[in-house]
């Protein structure tokens, strides 16, 4: 079993509806948890980033962290085209360098 | 800022060369990572670097692999011999100890296909 669980997906959407991206990990020491985007052919990039549990808003994204159920998510409200793009979750322990990173979702979201 | 250089950004070799992935991290980040990125596993991490010291070497896939950092800013990835199996997207980040969410900036890769 892998410690980061993600759906690879691929998942596509209309153009205005809210996405939800989620993962499932095992290891409940982690406690730093991220979402990185990562568009076609390029390297990922930091999207979102929460410390332990609760919600974390930045615009139309809003990631979500239930320790207690070793749960993340990431919802996009108001999803637009250039929202298309794969989404990695990715968690750390207290102290590390280290990422583990979940397969990634790929997203489309369609006009 | 450039940002995180990489170079080749495509290879095309043939089982059994010698490949060398190079990296140019962001000037001032003590922490370098070389990932791998496959359809079937995804993003795995095979090494890391700090202050051009190895750290972790835990997910380097074997023998066949080696890295180093004679620098702060270069790195490079050898694979020697490759094989068909290795073909990949071969990512180097890197992160500054300074940085509140330790976040890493990744550079832009390098396709690598063995045939």
């Known amino acids: 079993q892998k410690e980061v669980e993600q759906d690879p997906g691929p998942l596509s959407v209309p153009e205005g509806a809210i996405v939800s991206l989620n993962c499932t990990y095992s290891n409940s020491a982690f406690q730093y948890f991220m979402w990185y985007r990562q568009y076609s052919r390029k390297g990922p990039e930091l999207l979102m980033y929460t410390y332990s549990s609760g919600n974390k808003e930045d615009g139309r994204f809003t990631a979500q962290v239930d320790k207690s159920s070793k749960y993340i998510s990431l919802f996009i409200r108001d999803s637009q085209p250039s929202d298309s793009a794969t989404y990695l979750c990715?968690?750390?322990?207290?102290?590390?360098?280290?990422?583990?990173f979940g397969q990634g979702t790929r997203l489309t979201i369609n006009p | 800022d450039a940002g995180v250089i990489q170079s080749p950004r495509h290879e095309v070799t043939e089982m059994g060369q010698e490949v060398t992935l190079r990296c140019k991290p962001i000037?001032?980040?003590?922490?370098l990572f070389w990932y791998r990125q496959t359809m079937m596993r995804g993003l795995e991490l095979l090494i890391y670097f700090n202050n051009n010291v190895p750290i972790d070497d835990s997910g380097m896939p074997e023998d066949r692999f080696s890295a180093k950092m004679p620098n702060a800013s270069f790195s490079t990835l050898k694979i020697q011999p490759s094989e068909p199996r290795d073909s990949a997207v071969y990512f180097c980040?890197?992160?500054?100890?300074?940085?509140?969410?330790?976040?890493?900036?990744f550079g832009p890769g390098t396709r690598l296909t063995v045939l």
């Open positions: 990715a968690m750390r322990l207290a102290g590390a360098q280290k990422l583990v």
């Open positions: 000037s001032g980040h003590d922490y």
């Open positions: 980040a890197s992160s500054p100890t300074a940085s509140p969410y330790n976040e890493q900036f």
